[in-house]
């Protein structure tokens, strides 16, 4: 079983649609969570960063972390044409000598207009 | 304010030899890390630089270095190509925003070609 799993996709939503990306998890260490979103032949862009269990709002984006199911969600309300990239989960934990670093392999989304 | 560069942009390599890679951080950022991401295996972290120090490490064979100077330049350097190392080498830089959000910004990526 891989350490974080993410459905590749592709995704293909209608423009004002509400788009769900997921990701799954293995290793109870991870502390902190990410999404980054990658436009095709540009470099990653933070998206959201949380550290605890919960939701986390900015803007059209909501981030969830459910650590007791090992499970993350990026939903995005009032989907764009402009959203349309590949979307990345990230997981970290730090420890005493210790730091992982574990991305998905991403979620290609399509918002069509 | 001036992204991360990252140069040069796209480079075309032999198998056996070596290859330094350059990432110029946002001005002020301190920290400085590096990424592979191939087709196959997806986004992976390489290392990660503080204040000329590297702090955290990932999964990569010795080949693979780096460094970082004083004004936190920093530079990657794989030793003996292999057709496997034809990848995206990414590089971002990060810190504590004014608010004290974590920030994070990735530069275009140096495309290596491995023949």
């Not at chain 2, 140069?7 to 350059?22: D, E, M, N």
């Amino acid at each position: 079983q891989k350490e974080v799993e993410q459905d590749p996709g592709p995704l293909s939503v209608p423009e004002g649609a509400i788009v769900s990306l997921n990701c799954t998890y293995s290793n109870s260490a991870f502390q902190y969570f990410m999404w980054y979103r990658q436009y095709s032949r540009k470099g990653p862009e933070l998206l959201m960063y949380t550290y605890s269990s919960g939701n986390k709002e900015d803007g059209r984006f909501t981030a969830q972390v459910d650590k007791s199911s090992k499970y993350i969600s990026l939903f995005i309300r009032d989907s764009q044409p402009s959203d349309s990239a590949t979307y990345l989960c990230a997981m970290r934990y730090s420890g005493a000598g210790s730091y992982q670093l574990t991305f998905g392999k991403g979620t290609k989304l399509s918002v069509i207009p | 304010k001036a992204g991360v560069t990252q140069t040069p942009r796209y480079l075309i390599k032999t198998r056996g030899q070596q290859v330094t890679l350059s990432c110029s951080p946002i001005s002020g950022h301190r920290s400085v890390s590096w990424y592979q991401q191939t087709p196959g295996q997806g986004l992976q972290f390489l290392f990660e630089y503080f204040s000329e120090t590297q702090r955290n490490k990932g999964n990569f064979p010795g080949r693979f270095s780096g460094r970082q100077f004083s004004n936190s330049r920093s530079e990657m350097n794989v030793s003996t190509l292999e057709l496997g190392d034809s990848a995206l080498y990414l590089c971002a830089s990060s810190a504590l925003g004014t608010s004290g959000n974590y920030e994070q910004y990735f530069g275009p990526g140096t495309r290596l070609t491995v023949t």
